[in-house]
């Protein structure tokens, strides 16, 4: 296994390689140095000089990708890819383009992410799984087609309509919660309780639907006839035998986001004014700050990677026989 | 199948089993959320956003709530230029002059100086000249301006000195350092008082290259000495490491001089009667440079404490907390210097109860609470809840906010009114124009045309002026929450005329007391005199076609850039709009590839220089990049513009602007626009608020009743249960059936209750 993981992480260096390349390319084709600058110095009484003192600050005054003007070594390295991709490795993210340093700004915003993130993802995954497990146990009943029915319903609602209606109800006619914002300790509770509310039922009926279609499958298969051959009651046999052998789907799809949690919603973070990375990436973007935004690709690059990982360690977990190789 | 066979094995160590959590654990983990939930909820209305904050209680020191959309770029007061920064920042430093708050027209008074300096003239020789001298005579102006005694700083690290006076933070050793994390984990502050060389070291830090200071450019052509320092600055900087410090007491600046411990002197080249104005803007406020020698140490900038996010200033508040990821809150400054509430104002203050506060000292109150708040309707919402003391109005909230009255009156909706809300208006010292590119042949004058040509190119402009039914726009986009502009000066400014004397004949008649637009017939017409009968070229027969550059982001942009295209279609014009972001935009301006735009301009100042010089020649923006970016040139324009505005206010500068504006209406280079009307709306429990765009220091003013607020918050605010009760209903509705269905199942095919695993295991 431990080669296994070394493979894979050497496969990681390239492609965070490639990501990053394709950011660069993609940023610098809408936005030059100059651009930058002047959307950090703002629209009135810039001068050229205040441009290029900006530039040369932040290491943007030389070539982007190829120094014709150095020696050896120092084409490639002299510039302005080299010099800001170089230290991402490293977890080295370097100041944003309005002085903030980053590493520190994505520290503090993990934490308001995770807040949300963990609880919609934990909470979800339960009412998805049992509602799922409970529209499969009465299969082919009316319960069923109106469970269906209702699933495909909820899937066909943005989550904006969630989040408006959410926060028209529970926060504006009913005042059962705050309707946005956020604190720290366990003052941090009244804010999390919409939000975490709203996530859960905005994803209720495309994963539902997912995971009933998981378990039927799985209901038709051998083991669930001779599991009931044995008397085993319909319960045991659904959320013991046929919930764990539809695991692996299940991990497949749940595992590999686990590490973007910290990555936060964009949608809900701006809504409901949580301060976490969704808000900064979405800030960043506005402002054209390309030190941000490389760094976020770039670690939800580094994130998803390891989602992956994450997924193939856990189908050995709940399955020994599945050998990495 | 593999997973299928799975099942049948032996459990395997590490598979997927119920919680480890036994029954307890999790019966205490339940109890805590509930006891948090609960005490959160006891502790008042469910849905307060501010949980144990003091100043939501009627006991609590007063606190005004109010919010920020965006994180301010920069609080240093070399480089803040922007409205969201002058929030914070205009309440925290304190520039020699500001604005009376509440006298009209705007008036400078003095803040950290005692008065408003007045310049003296000097030509070559060093010979002082009289204060009515031409400009062309002075060579230099100097401005002597005499700071009050007693002013303090903030309490802040950087001035903390040990038992010797020497500063206490300045030599901070790596274990030093690795305890800190914010500016507040530092165990002492010190303050001292404010002194006129703090003003000199802040006239320089506009020099230094590293700061990017947005007036750096526009001082350095006045303040004597400046551009120099730039450049040797700059050189130095090229010797150092990234991160090297520049001590600016090593360097000497011609025009800014320490007179005495309360004087200082600045020097101008010419004469510039403007430079008062940027006096009471912050980037001259006094800044002691222990707070550059405290900053500059290594490893506190990664560490995100800078000058540029910790302000020390000697204003009436300072930033006691500051998270701009989610709130911000500004403390009164123990050590701000006495100054009271003004005893006089304009007519209709007293009676408005705007003077009731006068002679008490400020600020009056302790503390303003900022909460970020990126989205309108959680903004809106919060502010009908009572949780922000004041608001202004979305397009979506208006009707919701405001009524209109038969006869066109507008005024807040009983809604509003019922819960005591106020509205207040004011125009806003901007505009907001089309603009005409004066180097494109259809529409402009370029340099290579001839008189014929530049003659139909205005009667086309003027066509097009007339079909642009400003006042359609105001009330489909704006809600009527503006005014037609009739030049380029905004109300409000020195020069501005209102009623019939200020009416644009070329685009207006007055009638019956009001102006009205002319004629789509009359544009027509001119339209034909122009060379475009129907829309069509007189000579080619091709229709006319014009492109409009603009920026197509923003709510309601594409409808707004289709109401122009209908508009041009009255008079057969075909309107091309060439949407692109705002980068490839001012590309486009600063090379002339543009026929026509949107812009606009919010004032510095209260002047007529400040929105006249847009259309300076000498200010164009290809090939200068300065701010004329229509490029327009006039020398009879430009030769006035230069006569203005070095003359002093009265009858003969405001015959100038007359004829300045005169021309403009009649060369018509931009589409004149609107000025915007800023709706305010404010609960009944903060008072003296009345707005006034040009000062940035307004929240010393206000005063809150947090009694009268918190009665609000536990009358507007309480719970509504009964969809609690309902939810747990709809609930148990649900499984009941479903349980007993089950049970029912069970029973008729045999099984044994899934929860007896003893039954189970009989079988």
Not at chain 2, 268 to 275: A, H, V, W
Request: net charge positive.
């Amino acid at each position: 296994m431990s080669a296994y993981l070394l493979r894979r992480l050497l496969y990681a260096i390239p492609i965070l390689i490639g990501v990053n390349l394709l950011t660069f390319a993609l940023f610098f084709v809408v936005n030059t140095p100059d651009d930058m600058a002047r959307m950090q110095l703002g629209v009135k009484r810039v001068t050229p000089e205040a441009i290029a003192d900006w530039k040369r600050e932040r290491g943007y005054d030389r070539p982007l990708l190829y120094n014709a003007g150095a020696a050896g070594l120092d084409r490639i390295t002299d510039t302005i890819f080299f010099d800001k991709s170089v230290r991402l490795f490293v977890f080295d993210f370097g100041p944003a383009d309005d002085g903030r340093d980053i590493g520190r700004e994505i520290r503090s915003r993990m934490g308001p992410s995770l807040a949300i993130a963990l609880p919609v993802f934990m909470l979800g995954l339960a009412a998805y799984i049992a509602t799922a497990l409970l529209l499969v146990f009465f299969r082919q009943t009316v319960f069923d087609v109106a469970g269906v029915i209702g699933c495909v319903l909820l899937m066909s609602i943005s989550a904006m309509f969630y989040i408006i209606g959410g926060q028209y109800l529970m926060s504006k006619a009913w005042r059962l919660a705050p309707i946005s914002g956020f604190a720290d300790g366990p003052q941090m509770v009244p804010f999390l309780l919409l939000p975490v509310f709203i996530g859960v039922i905005a994803g209720i009926g495309a994963s539902t639907r997912w995971y009933r279609t998981i378990f039927l499958e799985e209901m038709g298969k051998e083991y669930v006839r001779t599991a009931r051959a044995k008397g085993l009651s319909e319960m045991r046999v659904l959320f013991r035998h046929v919930l764990q052998n539809a695991l692996i789907p299940i991990l497949t799809g749940v595992v590999v986001v686990i590490p973007s949690l910290f990555l936060g919603s964009l949608l809900f973070e701006s809504f409901f004014g949580i301060p976490g990375l969704g808000s900064y990436t979405i800030d960043a973007i506005n402002a054209q700050d390309f030190a941000v935004v490389r760094a976020m690709v770039f670690l939800g690059s580094v994130l998803y990677i390891a989602g992956l990982m994450l997924t193939d360690l856990s189908y050995a977990w709940v399955d020994p026989r599945v050998r990495f190789e | 199948m593999r997973t299928a066979l799975r099942s049948l094995l032996p459990r395997p160590r590490g598979s997927i089993s119920p919680p480890a959590a036994g029954p307890g654990s999790l019966r205490r983990l339940l109890l805590v959320t509930i006891a948090m939930v609960g005490l959160a909820a006891c502790s008042g209305p469910w849905n307060n956003p501010y949980p144990g904050d003091p100043g939501v209680r009627a006991e609590g020191a007063s606190t005004i709530f109010s919010s920020f959309r965006e994180r301010p770029k920069h609080l240093d007061p070399a480089r803040a230029y922007t409205s969201d920064a002058y929030v914070f920042v205009g309440q925290i430093y304190q520039p020699p002059l500001q604005y009376h708050y509440l006298k009209r027209p705007f008036e400078l008074i003095g803040f950290a100086a005692t008065e408003v300096p007045r310049p003296r003239y000097f030509d070559r020789a060093g010979r002082e000249l009289p204060a009515d001298a031409p400009a062309a005579a002075v060579a230099f102006s100097t401005y002597d301006i005499r700071i009050r005694e007693g002013l303090g700083y903030q309490p802040h690290p950087a001035l903390a000195v040990d038992a010797t006076g020497k500063p206490r933070f300045h030599g901070l050793t790596a274990a030093e350092l690795s305890r800190v994390h914010t500016l507040f984990d530092f165990s002492a502050t010190g303050t001292r008082e404010v002194v006129a060389a703090d003003f000199v070291h802040q006239i320089k830090r506009l020099a230094h290259p590293r700061l990017q200071s947005p007036i750096q450019g526009k001082m350095a052509k006045y303040i004597v000495g400046l551009a120099e320092l730039s450049d040797t600055l700059r050189e130095k900087l090229k010797t150092l490491p990234r991160d090297g410090f520049i001590d600016l007491a090593q360097h000497e600046l011609e025009g800014a001089q320490v007179v005495d411990r309360y004087t200082f002197r600045i020097r101008l080249k010419g004469k510039y009667p403007q430079f008062v104005y940027w006096l009471a803007m912050p980037f001259f406020s006094p800044m002691p440079p222990e707070a550059d020698r405290f900053y500059a140490q290594p490893g506190l900038a990664r560490k995100n404490i800078s000058l540029d996010w910790f302000p020390i200033g000697s204003g009436p508040y300072m930033l006691s907390e500051n998270d701009p990821n989610r709130r911000m809150v500004l403390s009164r400054n123990p050590n701000f210097g006495v100054e009271v509430y003004p005893s006089e104002g304009a007519p209709g203050d007293r009676e408005a109860g705007l003077l009731s506060d006068a002679g008490r000292r400020l600020p009056l109150t302790d503390r303003v609470v900022f909460s970020l708040e990126k989205e309108q309707i959680p903004y809106w919402n919060k502010f009908l809840q009572g949780w922000f003391d004041s608001s202004g109005i979305s397009s979506d909230a208006f009707d919701q906010a405001v009524q209109m009255s038969a006869s066109g009156d507008i005024g807040i909706s009983d809604q509003m009114s019922a819960r005591g809300i106020e509205l207040q208006t004011s125009v806003a010292t901007s505009i907001f124009y089309l603009g005409f590119n004066w180097q494109d042949a259809v529409v402009g004058a370029p340099e290579k045309s001839d008189a014929a040509g530049r003659e139909r190119a205005r009667k086309l402009r003027h066509a097009v002026s007339i079909a642009i039914d400003q006042e359609e726009f105001i009330s489909v986009f704006r809600n009527g929450r503006a005014i037609a502009a009739q030049g380029p000066i905004a109300p409000g400014i020195i020069g501005f005329r209102d009623g019939e004397a200020g009416l644009n004949r070329y685009m207006y008649d007055w009638v019956d007391g009001a102006p009205r637009r002319k004629s789509i017939d009359h544009a027509r017409k001119l339209l034909a005199e122009a060379g475009y009968p129907n829309g069509r070229d007189a000579k080619t027969g091709q229709p006319l076609v014009l492109n409009l550059d603009t920026v197509g982001s923003g709510a309601g942009a594409r409808s707004r850039i289709e109401w122009y295209v209908r508009q041009l279609q009255k008079i057969d014009i075909q309107l091309v709009p060439r949407l692109t972001d705002w980068n490839r935009f001012q590309d486009k301006l600063r090379q002339g590839n543009v026929q026509m735009y949107f812009l606009g301009w919010n004032a510095d100042y209260p002047d007529p220089e400040n929105f006249l010089f847009l259309l300076y020649g000498p200010e164009a923006k290809v090939g200068r990049d300065g701010n004329n970016s229509s490029n327009y040139r006039n020398p009879e324009y430009d030769q006035l513009f230069e006569q203005m505005k070095d003359m002093a206010d009265g009858p003969a500068r405001q015959q100038v602007i007359d004829r300045m504006v005169d021309i403009l209406r009649a060369d018509a280079p931009w589409v004149w626009g609107f000025h915007p009307v800023d709706f305010t709306l404010r609960h009944a429990w903060l008072a003296n608020v009345q707005p006034n765009t040009m000062a940035q220091n307004e929240l010393k003013y206000h005063r809150v009743d947090g009694g009268a607020r918190a009665l609000a918050h536990a009358a507007w605010n309480a719970p509504v249960l009964w969809p609690i009760g309902l939810a747990g209903v709809a609930l148990f509705a649900l499984v009941l059936p479903a349980w007993t269905g089950y049970r029912r199942r069970e029973r008729r095919r045999g099984r044994v209750d899934p929860a007896d695993g003893r039954a189970e295991s009989r079988h």
